[in-house]
Nanobody, 129 residues
Framework: QVQLVESGGTLVQSGDSLQLSCKFSGNMADYGTIGWFRQAPGKEREGVSCISIESGATDYKDSVKGRFTVSTDKGTNMVFQQMNNLKPEDPATYYC??????????????????????WGQGTLVTVSS
C-alpha cells in the first residue's frame, strides 16, 4: 500500500517562499505522473502542479505558473514543491498524489481529484497579508 506523507506547511506572509515535501513510500517508477493538489475551505480540491516521472516535464495551474516549481528525487522517493511569492489566494491544505495517467493535462484538469484513491494527510499553508 502506497503511503504519502506531506510536510513543510506553515504560516507565512504574502510574498514569502516555502517548500513543501512529500515522502512517497511506493515505487515512483510504477506511476506516470505525480504532483500537488490543494484544497481551501469550502472549495473543490484542485491540481496545481504535475511532473512526468519518466521525462521530468512539468505543468502548472495557470495561477501558479512562474511561482511554483515541482520536482522529484527518485533516489529518495521525495516530491517537492517550491512556492515563491505566495499570495492571499494560495492558502490551503496541500496534498501530493501519484497517478498512473501520464498526462499532466489530465492531472490538472478540473475534477481530476475524483479519480485518485491515494491521499496523504496533507500539509496546511497559511498566508497572512
Amino acid at each position: 500500500q502506497v503511503q504519502l506523507v506531506e510536510s513543510g506547511g506553515t504560516l507565512v506572509q504574502s510574498g514569502d517562499s516555502l517548500q513543501l515535501s512529500c515522502k512517497f513510500s511506493g515505487n515512483m517508477a510504477d506511476y506516470g505522473t505525480i504532483g500537488w493538489f490543494r484544497q481551501a475551505p469550502g472549495k473543490e480540491r484542485e491540481g496545481v502542479s504535475c511532473i512526468s516521472i519518466e521525462s521530468g516535464a512539468t505543468d502548472y495551474k495557470d495561477s501558479v505558473k512562474g511561482r511554483f516549481t515541482v520536482s522529484t528525487d527518485k533516489g529518495t522517493n521525495m516530491v517537492f514543491q517550491q512556492m515563491n511569492n505566495l499570495k492571499p489566494e494560495d492558502p490551503a491544505t496541500y496534498y501530493c498524489a501519484p497517478a498512473f495517467n501520464t498526462s499532466c493535462h489530465w492531472y490538472l484538469s478540473p475534477g481530476s481529484y475524483q479519480y485518485f484513491s491515494i491521499w496523504g494527510q496533507g500539509t496546511l499553508v497559511t498566508v497572512s497579508s
